[in-house]
């Protein structure tokens, strides 16, 4: 039965057709159908389900319950997930280090950490042993929250237990230290990895590649990502882009483009952002024909431009003084029916400003305001520095007030 028809399976479990029928329900059916509301998204109807199976005396087990668990967790409602361990715990199932993994995770991602590691205490008080998953949802946490010491000291306390991390668990640790630009704590990690006889996979390297960029070190990024190939690890899409976008950051845009070209040979397919990494780094450096042409090139390959896209373009086209040109653009991005946002209101009060058309600049401020988008610091920084660099104090300072009055000062 496919879940989709799951809706129309209450009606026959009413009590009565049941037993006219000589039929009960085993505990793996009922599993079964409340997987499917749940595989839905539809946790009103599977937690409704649940209520009328316990009314007509049928009885749920804890694989059961974990599933309800699992799916209220999934649907981002820890609390009610706690409750419901609460309220089965000792009285209708013993909970089981599924149920507790579930939740703690759910709260990790939440970053209630603590919360977290106060059902991990719990845990160990009704001598439920943690898993290696129930161990890699809380350093995973602990990473989240920046907390990269406890998240070391939980991993050497999982080792000392003599508990085997698997490749998520160091992997886990391999993003946390390259998105820090903690390249030696990583390398540390990657040998434990190796003495664990543990492989690294896709995930790893990438992680790795990112972090030598994220500190400019391109040239072992490169090398990361040439060996990945040797490897056999299989090209893709997102490892192009990572090392796109670094290019792009540190201006060595030819060699990004070089990459994208690459792309093309192996019939990698660039994405959105693919495109808007090298575009934005185009304009960056004033090539802004080039990226009008690659503008050009997504919607041919049907990756249509976003936001960020024309933002990337109106701010270079600001910066070099063509604000016609701008003001052009902007008015064909209205007509595509895109959602203009702060930055992109910033950019062109910016540019504004600068020519001294503050006019212009005031008047996109109250547009600004009128579509709903709410102006942030910088934008209101951008126009009283410039308003009183040209003298217009009155103008300049009422902008001040209304800063303060909300409270971006």
């Not at 409602?77 to 089981?96: F, I, S």
């Not at 290019?247 to 952002?273: G, R, S, W, Y």
């Not at 300072?397 to 209304?402: I, S």
């Amino acid at each position: 039965m496919s879940f989709s028809k799951l809706r129309y399976v209450i009606v026959p479990l009413s009590k009565p057709i049941i037993l006219k029928k000589g039929y009960q329900p085993s505990a793996i059916t009922l599993t079964t159908l409340i997987k499917g509301f749940c595989l839905k998204g539809e946790l009103h109807e599977a937690l409704h389900f649940h209520d009328k199976v316990l009314a007509h005396g049928f009885h749920l087990n804890r694989v059961c319950y974990g599933t309800l668990i699992n799916g209220l967790c999934k649907a981002g409602q820890t609390r009610a997930a706690l409750q419901l361990l609460r309220l089965v715990d000792g009285k209708l199932v013993q909970p089981y280090v599924v149920m507790y993994s579930t939740i703690i995770d759910g709260m990790c991602k939440d970053k209630l950490v603590k919360d977290a590691f106060d059902l991990y205490s719990e845990m160990l008080a009704k001598r439920i042993s943690p898993t290696v998953v129930t161990y890699n949802t809380l350093i995973c946490g602990l990473c989240i929250v920046g907390q990269l010491k406890d998240a070391i000291g939980l991993f050497n306390k999982i080792i000392l237990e003599n508990m085997n991390p698997d490749v998520y668990t160091f992997n886990i640790l391999v993003d946390a230290f390259c998105k820090e630009g903690k390249l030696k704590e990583t390398k540390e990690v990657l040998a434990a990895m190796m003495k664990k006889s543990v492989k690294p996979d896709v995930f790893s390297f990438n992680s790795l590649m990112d972090g030598y960029c994220l500190v400019n070190d391109v040239c072992k990024a490169t090398d990361i990502f040439n060996s990945m190939t040797t490897m056999g690890v299989t090209s893709n899409v997102y490892r192009y882009t990572v090392m796109i976008n670094r290019f792009c950051k540190i201006k060595m845009v030819d060699e990004a483009m070089n990459l994208f070209q690459e792309m093309h040979h192996k019939n990698i397919i660039p994405d959105t952002v693919t495109y808007n990494s090298l575009i934005d780094g185009l304009c960056k450096i004033g090539r802004i024909s080039y990226a009008l042409e690659l503008v050009n090139e997504m919607h041919d390959r049907c990756q249509p431009p976003n936001i960020i896209t024309y933002s990337s373009i109106l701010d270079a086209l600001c910066k070099n003084n063509h604000i016609d040109k701008a003001i052009a653009l902007l008015t064909k991005i209205k007509e595509k029916g895109y959602t203009l946002n702060v930055y992109t209101y910033n950019t062109l009060i910016n540019g504004f400003c600068n020519k001294g058309l503050f006019d212009e600049a005031l008047t996109t401020l109250a547009k600004m305001k009128d579509n709903g988008c709410i102006p942030d610091a910088i934008t209101y920084e951008i126009l009283i520095l410039s308003l009183f660099e040209e003298n217009e104090n009155d103008k300049a300072e009422k902008l001040l007030r209304e800063m303060i009055a909300r409270r971006l000062l």
